[in-house]
């Protein structure tokens, strides 16, 4: 676990969770929208004295606006990216404790001699069988499936 400071605030949590770089990123993605609105007044600004013609030549350069929006989008598309990571993430967890009681390994980068352990034979079997009733299920909807499909035909089932 490592901390990180967010806002002045100690955080703790795993560097590669999703989560955690999102939370990272919020704070950079206000800053950002922060110089967007600066720069868009700014240039908004600019251009009525330039129409008005107080102003002939702006003295002052002026950061890009294109710049501010490119970069805000950028951070946009980071955080959209960590969340659709945290949403595949516990879809998988959710999955993995369906069809695998026993607890997933840790990601590699993670993993440790002790992670090596061999499952007994007793939760071997067990994982088999429900493996197997989850292939039963699945073969039973594919069965109704084509039922209902072929127009209510009785549907031959291959011999078990």
Not at 57 to 83: G, H, S, T, W
Not at 112 to 129: A, E, K, L, S
Request: glycine letters at 4%; one cysteine or more.
């Amino acid at each position: 676990m490592a901390s990180v400071n967010i806002g002045g605030q100690q955080m703790q949590g795993d560097v590669n969770d999703p989560i955690m770089k999102f939370k990272i990123l919020v704070p950079r993605l206000k800053e950002s929208l922060q110089k967007v609105m600066l720069q868009a007044a700014h240039v908004l600004n600019q251009n009525a004295l330039l129409d008005s013609c107080t102003v002939r030549n702006p003295d002052v350069p002026v950061q890009r606006f294109d710049k501010c929006l490119e970069d805000f989008y950028a951070i946009c598309d980071q955080i959209e990216m960590y969340l659709r990571l945290a949403t595949e993430v516990i879809t998988q967890n959710i999955d993995a404790q369906r069809h695998a009681p026993m607890p997933t390994q840790q990601p590699v980068t993670q993993v440790t001699q002790q992670n090596f352990d061999t499952v007994g034979y007793v939760h071997y079997i067990n994982q088999v069988r429900l493996q197997m009733a989850s292939a039963q299920e699945l073969h039973d909807v594919l069965v109704e499936c084509a039922r209902r499909i072929g127009g209510d035909k009785p549907v031959q089932q291959p011999p078990s």
